[in-house]
């Protein structure tokens, strides 16, 4: 069965700084990955998507994120944080032939001025 | 609509009462998915429905729960008996073909069972 480890509930940082939101997965078959996000008060949307191809995956916001089979993780990259960044930030996951998106816990970003 | 549209937004109940849930998935999507999000928590699985293949009710907490699509398009997530650990934010989405396809989510309707 497949899952999603996100390592940190929380990650506060000031403005302009860079940040890293670590995902990791778990599954015996290929995969496709997502990160979403989800604002105060809003839907859940997505940011950026890995289904094959390039392990590298940029999405919006500026941000990008790198899928490394070896070490399957997931993680979600942005050089330089803004205020309005802040939110909730989930990886997901599913199998190639899989019927569920399975996500993680979710990880709180607060960017701070 | 232009979106996934769930209603109600906001439901309160008490205890033991049945409570319906709808969404109004986007047109032409064929894939429509359940999940909840309570509060501190990541989003749960409860049911994913693709074309006219049998719905994947693997992840549904109870017999409590159950759902259909009607017509390949509205759903609606039932739950009897209601519960004060069913208190969640019910989130619903739909994408055009499936897994590989991006998921657009409603709002969700915020359920309190008191």
């Known amino acids: 069965a497949q899952s999603v480890t996100q390592l940190d509930s929380q990650v506060p940082v000031f403005e302009e700084a860079p940040v890293e939101l670590r995902c990791n997965y778990s599954?015996?078959?290929?995969?496709?990955l997502f990160w979403y996000v989800q604002y105060p008060n809003q839907g859940l949307q997505l940011l950026l998507k890995?289904?094959?191809?390039?392990?590298l995956v940029k999405g919006i916001n500026g941000f990008e994120a790198e899928f490394n089979k070896s070490q399957t993780s997931f993680h979600l990259r942005k050089p330089s944080v803004h205020i309005s960044d802040t939110a909730e930030y989930f990886c997901?996951?599913?199998?190639?032939?899989?019927?569920?998106?399975?996500f993680g816990e979710g990880t709180q970003l607060t960017v701070n001025p | 609509g232009a979106g996934v549209s769930q209603s109600p937004s906001n439901k309160v109940t008490e205890k033991g009462k049945d409570v319906e849930l709808r969404c109004d998935p986007i047109?032409?999507?064929?894939?429509l998915y359940w999940y909840r999000q309570s509060l501190g928590q990541g989003l749960e699985f409860l049911i994913y429905?693709?074309?006219?293949?049998?719905?994947?009710k693997s992840g549904l907490p109870s017999d409590r729960f159950s759902a259909e699509r009607t017509g390949g398009s509205v759903s609606t997530l039932t739950i009897q008996r209601t519960q004060q650990e069913d208190s969640a934010v019910y989130l619903c989405?739909?994408?055009?073909?499936?897994?590989?396809?991006?998921?657009?989510f409603g709002q969700g309707t915020r359920l309190t069972v008191v």
């Open positions: 989405a739909s994408s055009l073909q499936g897994m590989n396809t991006e998921a657009f």
């Open positions: 599954s015996s078959v290929s995969v496709y």
């Open positions: 890995y289904l094959s191809g390039s392990t």
């Open positions: 997901a996951v599913s199998e190639a032939s899989g019927s569920r998106l399975t």
């Open positions: 047109s032409g999507h064929t894939a």
């Open positions: 429905f693709q074309g006219n293949s049998a719905p994947d």
